[in-house]
């Protein structure tokens, strides 16, 4: 049932910081998208109007869930689970390839990427399962359930393969649980897994080369810990920088030489260089790097003001959580803030050379229509959470 | 309140809420920690390390470009232009002003290329030779600078591009100046042509230029010399080129950024245009020699000023045309000229090496009376000199010369036999040294690229009496150039003084109204005797202006009296075929020589019927105008 009068009211609740922020983010995004695609002597509006519409259509999303409850989402949260791991699914078998990976679904002429949808289908889940009342805690059981739902996506994104998408997981998984009030022991135990995991891998990517393995025991020893060659070489690239300046090293350099070369102020918007001869490619440059491409045309000042508004987007989103009126909002506004994090630091720390190339984008700013809707869903649901917050006087 | 309905799991305890409540803002400072070493990260990079990646910028988007300084002309003695510079049109494609959507990519170029050249083939109803692989070649290489697909457009073409111009956006006229020589193939050895540079090998400019300079420099329309004056000069005709630095993008493209022509104006260096030359070639006397050496066979003149060295005229035949080359030459039309028996390219006069024959004669005299051995001296000559072992070696005139042959009839009767007596008697040590005194078997140091060295044999090969006979009629292994024998010729003129030839007398650096002189160098004195001189002067005087003068054919008139010498020199093939190199060579006026003229002939009938006839026409052409009632 439509009750204007009532979703109106509602809507009025929002965090208006938060929405300021939303939008002036979104807003960055379309002007350096368009700058990004910009080639001299070429007007391509056309990527930049398609994600205007995106925006529009990610808008509306967001309203309608604002306006329904965020506990009604979760009591179908089964459903939508159930939907995007059929679709992860589908992906593996009838996915359209693009640079050696399956990620995207032709959908009556449009290309979705179902990986995107499923980080708030399974932060929904999660939140779904780690707010029932009769979970203890303490125990290793409903943690091994948390894993499970995660795995899930992880092992089908990865098998994709996304890493870097599959890696977003493991650290929105950890806060939730965090915030859950998994037992300090616990915690403690995953952390120090994981780490041992990490130093595992490393290991099996440096020691066999040092110790002059042959190609094939070296490939052998990657699969033994889940790796992939083309993992390998692009954590060495990350690792010997130069040492492949065409390939796989070209774009983290080319990012870094654009946002060096920007300075305090920047060269001026659709005057950076490295942007607009084509160094920084223009097939990566409005997804994935298009933090560079701010940095370099606004220089330090701008790319301070882009990650402020970051911030204020995450810290509204933590101060929703804080005031939410139950675990289960709370676990859903930490998941997707979370989430939104992970995506912002990565990326922003991959244009600056500091993290292997991952391919995430960032939220909001990036171009791509599913990673927009997506994001925009899980802000919506943080708004729902905080527009039946509880009262703090 | 709607908001309060509807919720099945509400807090459970308040302090464990708090507690969640902690672990929530944890997380949040943690991010914004997080966050914030980003913002530290970012300062240093984007403050910090800002200039060193500006330089990488700059290193990969900048190129210079270098542009050539109109290359210097050169001039003959009175002014007449021997080689300058005409404009000339290309029709070329700028790269830039293809638009490209996405990445710039080779194959879209490539493809748009080929289109327009296509359009333009029609539209200008030409053929254009650009091929494949010179796209390719010039997308890897010169990717920065238009691509030139019609060299030295002609008139046609040009008003039907002009008329279409507005169809082709992308296609440009640029100006390229051509190598032009007026006297076309008459001075071809002498000038030599000049071809394409690519001095993006080598890199000269290393040190005067400042900025970008990790990449590759590119150089427009760079001509370069490849013979003669051309290139022996080259690096003072060429000037200093000027450069410009221009953007590129990452397909190596040229873009012009709109707020970025103050950065590039700073690098701009402007070209300083080459150094004129003159030379001490008389376009007039040059084609005069180039007449007389023109015919069927190979044949080659220089005329020279034997006060001064300064080479007059320098003729080599067959000849090419150097104004082909300047355009740029066709495949084809290289391989002709390079494959050709005839060997158009190579310089006769100064690098082509021939025997003697009879010429050196007068070196055989020279040594004689500087030894002492009076020019009274006779021998006689019965047909034949014997060598001993029923060897002989025959004179050319069969019947024999007689006896009581003395030293001047020897030399205007050119007898084999006499020589051959008188090179016995004087010792091939006293020879050698006399030819290496004027300047035989060895450079002369003339300033260009080709010289030959001709040939002297050394004193322990020429022992047996044959070996020396063979020596003193200017056979055997000793061979001289056109140039060498004209030096010869001047040194007997002026009496035992020989001069060091040269083609350049004077620079005009750019900006300067006059030429700057360049002072001959002094000749060297071989302190002959007055007997020495007499003699040769008056033994050469008879070849032409005696009745029985082998040279006789040469007079050209009653009033210039001049001293000569012929020559026809065998010369073997193997398989009993003998080829006869004909040589005349004469300096005039008698008394105090102005000229020192040698013609070589190849395959010659005899020095005296084949070269005396051409140097008739030559020293007449010379005396014809002015010289001969002086």
Redesign the interface.
Known sequence: MINLD?DIAILKRMNWLAVIAIFGLASIGLLFIYSASK????Q?VARCYRQFMWLGVSTAFAAYIVIT?Y?KIARDAWWIFGITVVLLILVLMIGTTMGGAKRWLNFFGMTIQPSEFAKIATIAMLAKYL???DIDFDRWRPVGVAFLIAGIPIALIGMQPAVGTALVFVPTTF?MM????VANKILLTIVITGLAFVILAMAAIFVPGELGCSEETQTKMLKCVGLKPYHKKRILSFFQPGKDPMGADWNKRQS?????????YGK?YR?G??N????L???VAPTDFIFSVV?EEE??LG??AT?FL??LL??TG?WT??TA????G?LLC?GV??MM?VH??VN??MT?G?LPVAGLPLPLMSSGGSFLISIMAGLGIIQSVH??RRYVR | MFLQRDTPWSMKRSDTYEFSVMRIYALLACMILAVCCLVVYLAYLQIWCRTKYADQEGDQSLRRVWTPGRRGSIYDKNGVCLAGNRASYCIAIALDRIKQTGQPGKRALTNRIHQIIGDLQVTLNTNMAVSNADIENHLRRRSPLPLVIMRDADETSHALFAENKTRFPEVELIEDPVRYYPEGKAAAHVLGYVGRGSPEKESIQENTFEGPREKPDYYMNEIEGRQGIEKAWDKVLKGDPGGHVIRVDVAGIRRDLTNDTALLEKYRDEPIPGTDLKLSIDARIQRLAAQAVDGTNGAAAVVLDPRTGDILAMASFPAFDPNKFAAGISRADWKDIVSDPDKPILNRAAAGSYAPGSLFKIVVAAAALEKGIPPSTTFNCPGYFSLGGGWTLKCWKTTGHGNGLDMETGIEQSCNVYFCSLGQKCGYYSIREMATKLGLGRKVGLDMDVEGEGRLPAVRSVRRLGDIANASVGQGAIEATPLQMAVLAGAVGTGGHVCRPRLVTGQRPPGEEEFIEIPPQPLADLGWSETTITTLKRGMRRVIHADAGTGRIAKFSNDVFMGGKTGTAEFSLGNNKKKKWGWMMVFAPYDNPRYAAAIVVEDAIGGGKTAGPRMKLLMAGIFGEKDVTQ
């Open positions: 009532r080639i001299v002597d070429d391509p409850d506990r707010s029932r009342p806060a965090y915030v859950a009030r870094e030489i654009a946002i060096g070369s920007g300075g305090l001026g005057n260089r490295a607009i001869l084509c160094y490619p223009k097939t940095s220089g330090f790319s301070v990650l970051f911030v995450l810290a933590m959580a804080a009126a139950d675990t289960l709370r930490v803030t979370t994090f912002v630091f922003a720390a600056m500091l527009v039946r």
